[in-house]
């Protein structure tokens, strides 16, 4: 290969990653998207290169700009895909009763999140029937790593090394807000691991309070959170570890279902137990990411119809 066509193949790569980190921004920012500027800005790019960068992603359905704002928001192409990624991911499918339950045995919001990257991903939220209802993340929001309960979950179910190298990551996207300084989150992280369950702020004013248990994968990392919020009043004296009790039971009801998935199955379920001497990393129970599957789901269902393959 000519040094050439290297160049020009890691050129691309580059490409690639800038517009994906782009698309993350967006992703993370507020529901009323940003501006450009802020987005070359956050992403180190100068402004020319990021418009045509972004110019790509609406071309291709994966960003939208506001006609009104001139603000950058996600493109539908996106909702496209991650719906068709849900479709092949059981977890989720389980967690949404255990969502039900909690709410209805509660009153309280239940939601899951996903890790992905440096960041934890809400994919379900179920709302309680406390009459002042509090919704800390949207469907398909992200937070960093330490941020709220769940985010402080995954960051004490980390190794110390791991921890640290995601909150020094982390730590311009954590800045000024309170209680996510350094300091607030060690000892944030320490109790957690003491106690089993994470419980922090979900908002700067803290006037929503969220609880946390951590969900790993087959290998023992954590991948995913099952969590509880409400005002801070909901959380008042033995209640929280009643709570905790409440969500263990439904990690450990979670285990036992993706358990019952037949071994031929299993591979779509991306579910493993514990592992042995995971002791102070939270509730033990399901979760690794949804990974790319280069057949898609039309492509799966045809084929099925056509007698070829396993059915579900």
Known sequence: MTEGMTGKRAGGAQTVDRALGLLRLIAAGPVGGLRLSDLAAQAGLDAATAHRLLASLIRNGFAD?????R?????????????AASNRFDLVAVARAALQR??????????LCLRSGLDVVCVDVETGSFPIRTLPMDMGSRRPIGAGASGIAVLAALPPFEAAR??????????????????SLRVAVESCRAAGYALGAE????????????????????????????????FAGARAAELAAI????ARAIEETM????????????WSPRRP???????????????????SAPRRRSRRAAGEGGTR
């Open 65 to 69: 700009q506001d006609a009104a704002s």
């Open 277 to 295: 001497g995971a002791a102070g990393r939270g509730v033990a129970a399901a979760g690794d990411m949804p990974h790319h599957d280069p057949e």
């Open 247 to 250: 969500l263990a039971t439904e």
């Open 71 to 83: 603000r950058y928001v996600l493109g539908l192409e996106v909702f496209s895909i991650a719906a």
């Open 259 to 270: 358990r019952r998935i037949p071994d031929a199955e299993r591979h779509n379920a991306h």
């Open 102 to 111: 909690l709410s209805a045995a509660t009153g309280d919001t239940a939601m």
């Open 166 to 183: 995601v909150l020094e990551r982390n730590a311009p996207r954590l800045a000024g807000v309170p209680g996510q300084d350094p300091d």
């Open 203 to 234: 908002e700067p004013q803290g006037r929503i309070l969220g609880l946390a248990v951590t969900l790993h994968d087959r290998r023992g990392w954590p991948q995913s959170t099952l969590s509880l919020s409400g005002i801070p009043e909901r």
